[in-house]
């Protein structure tokens, strides 16, 4: 059974119809893409799957649950993670902190013993850290630690974002557009990463990408986009091919 | 510079990071413990007071400047807190329980407000909340038979065991030891998922909403403890008053409570303290200033607003960072000395963020 499934999802705003009746299905353990031109509703099915936007028609399932309607802070209790096109981190936080808040879901102590920190939060927050550190490993943030968001340089910004999501210890991970804004070689290891994501942690990947390079090297599968329609899904080679695409981008 | 070699994740749990710090604080605190041998009467009730105001100021602080709400009226809370204590005092109960009653009732009220107040932010949340501090201020006038109306509400003194708490020194001891409790609760807070939770309310509610943290629950919360805080403080204050009157809690005594927190710094406890500092001590500053000018110029009304108006907008315009952050400057200039740039500090425009979604 597919882990994510969208099923004819439209969203309106107003006249603009920015996705129109898409469909399709990300199975356990791929890399998904999607590609298109500019304001093709990438982004767009993005927010509707993480629930920033709601669905006008269609629905979402997630492990065959249907997540249409969920209330959005639900997403990430669920298992869904995702990243943003331009980094919404916590700018005035460290890196520390910004991955401590990814462990948010985990978060099984409530307000009384907070305040009184009793044993139980101090354990809790040495597993978040524990965690925290795990992925700290994986990326490579080590030297960033304890430096402010607002101080690191924008490709480093990305990878903690990514590190953030990972801290939600995800099942789905959904990442706008990795690669903008990171020079050739941080593509590079990107794609090394995303491999590492993929199989060593076993997480589902669904990406946004414009660079077809990394979209070829780290997906499985691709589903092409153009004006709010899907246009075809498929292996990268074929759909990087189609004519359809072809003329999604280039014209006629 | 000191460089703190890191073995274990606890380092940066606890609340002490290094030795350093343990003998400064320690030092602060023995000299605020033995204050009452080295301070005379009024200065004693005067550290009363900055105590309180340090105390409101946390409650703000955890409002304004860690879930970046803004509010205007939190001298609606202050209220709220010393007329309830008062009032349950005048019934007989014992002053430690009616301050916790002022605290849970405060909260409670603030909690409430929460629920209008979290689909604004901004300007218009602190004209709400200044709306707030009007209807409240229009509640203790009318509710003449609980609040006595403009003839007020005498504060019972605070007894316990047939012991006076009303003295200088057990005044000076119990706020010391309830700021000191604050404190220590506002850390917690900060080190745990709940206060992450408003931090990151604060930097990106659209990033905080897909980590899977409740933005209205994360809001309310906020309001709740801020409340609370500021209650606990009221329900002091009411003692440091004796004598309650609506008059004790207007739009100045708002504007002072957020000037405590831009001037001492936003985001920061130390900002707190050193803003409590400022706020208590400045009408004795001003008190000064009177008299050594000609009366003319003493005697213009409304001095004392205008002067706190100008200081917020000096703080505003040109160190944003308040005390602390002006404190934090000096300090790495000696550290660095004299290798210190001036850019370090440079605030970086950042055009980097999402278009806001909502």
């Known amino acids: 059974m597919s882990l994510l499934r969208a099923e004819k999802i439209s969203v309106h705003f107003g006249g603009v119809k920015a996705v129109q009746e898409v469909s399709f299905a990300v199975e356990r353990g791929e890399v998904f893409s999607i590609v298109g031109p500019n304001g093709a509703g990438k982004t767009t099915i993005f927010n509707l799957i993480s629930r920033i936007y709601d669905c006008t028609h269609g629905q979402v399932f997630f492990d065959n649950e249907d997540i249409t309607t969920v209330p959005t802070h639900k997403i990430a209790e669920l298992g869904i993670a995702r990243t943003f096109q331009n980094t919404e981190l916590f700018e005035q936080e460290s890196v520390l902190s910004n991955l401590l808040i990814g462990c ?3 978060r099984r102590t409530n307000l009384v013993s907070e305040l009184l920190f009793l044993p139980a939060v101090r354990r809790q927050e040495l597993a ?125 | 510079m ?14 002490v990071k290094h030795n350093g710090q343990l003998f400064w604080f320690g030092l602060l605190l023995l000299a605020v413990l033995t204050g009452p041998l080295w301070l005379d009467r009024f200065l004693m009730g005067e ?17 304004v400047g860690y879930t970046g709400l803004v509010s205007l009226g939190h001298a609606a809370f202050l209220a709220v807190g010393a007329y309830v204590h008062a009032y349950f005092l005048t019934l007989g109960l014992p002053f430690p329980f ?35 501090a009007v209807i409240v201020e229009q509640v203790l006038v009318h509710w003449v038979s609980v609040t006595g109306g403009f003839r007020g509400l005498a504060v019972p003194k605070p007894e316990l065991f047939g012991l ?112 409590a500092i400022f ?35 000096l703080f505003l315009v040109y160190e944003p960072l ?10 790495l200039f000696f550290e660095e000395f004299p290798l210190y740039r001036k850019s370090t500090y440079k605030r970086q425009k950042s055009f980097l963020r999402t278009e806001r979604l909502h």
């Open chain 1, 104 to 106: 948010h879901v985990h």
């Open chain 1, 128 to 252: 978040f850290r524990k965690t925290v550190e795990d992925v700290i490993e994986l990326l490579d943030l080590q030297s960033y630690r304890d430096q402010i968001i607002g101080n690191l340089p924008y490709g480093v910004r990305k990878m903690v974002e990514i590190a953030r999501a990972l801290c939600l210890q995800p099942r789905l991970l959904l990442l706008d557009e990795p690669s903008s804004g990171l020079n050739p070689e941080e593509t590079d290891d990107l794609s090394f990463w995303l491999e590492d994501i993929n199989q060593e942690l076993g997480i589902t990947v669904i990406m946004v990408e414009h660079d077809m390079n990394l979209v070829s090297q780290a997906s499985d599968r691709v589903l092409a986009l153009a004006d709010g329609q899907l246009v075809t899904i498929g292996a990268p080679a074929e759909v990087q091919n189609h004519p359809e695409v072809l003329r999604a981008y280039l014209g006629d």
């Open chain 2, 2 to 15: 000191r460089f703190i070699r890191k073995t274990r994740y606890e380092q940066d749990i606890q609340l």
């Open chain 2, 47 to 63: 550290f009363a007071l900055v105590f309180i105001y340090a105390i409101a100021g946390l409650g703000l602080m955890i409002l």
């Open chain 2, 98 to 132: 009616t301050m916790l009653i002022a605290t849970l009732f405060s909260a409670l009220v603030g909690g409430l407000i929460a629920v209008p107040a979290l689909r604004m932010t901004g300007i218009y949340l602190a004209v709400a909340t200044l709306a707030f």
């Open chain 2, 164 to 275: 006076n708490f009303a003295g200088p020194t057990a005044f000076y001891f119990m706020c010391l030891l309830l700021l000191l409790v604050c404190l220590w609760l506002v850390l917690n807070l900060l080190r745990s998922p709940a206060g992450r939770a408003m931090t990151a309310v604060r930097d990106s509610e659209t990033s905080a909403e897909s980590m899977g943290i409740h933005i209205a629950r994360t809001k309310t919360l906020a309001f709740a403890l801020s409340a609370g805080f500021t209650g606990l403080a009221g329900a002091l204050f009411a003692h440091r008053l004796t004598y309650l009157a609506p008059d004790a809690f207007t739009i100045i005594t708002s504007i002072q409570l957020l000037l405590m927190v831009v001037v001492g710094g936003l985001g920061s406890l130390h900002g707190v303290i050193y803003g």
């Open chain 2, 279 to 313: 706020i208590g001590l400045l009408p004795q500053g001003i008190a000064i200033f009177r008299d050594s000018v000609p009366p003319a110029l003493a005697q213009i009304p409304g001095l004392e607003p205008a002067i706190f108006g100008l200081i917020l907008i």
């Open chain 2, 322 to 331: 308040g005390i602390y952050g002006r404190w934090r400057k000096v300090r």
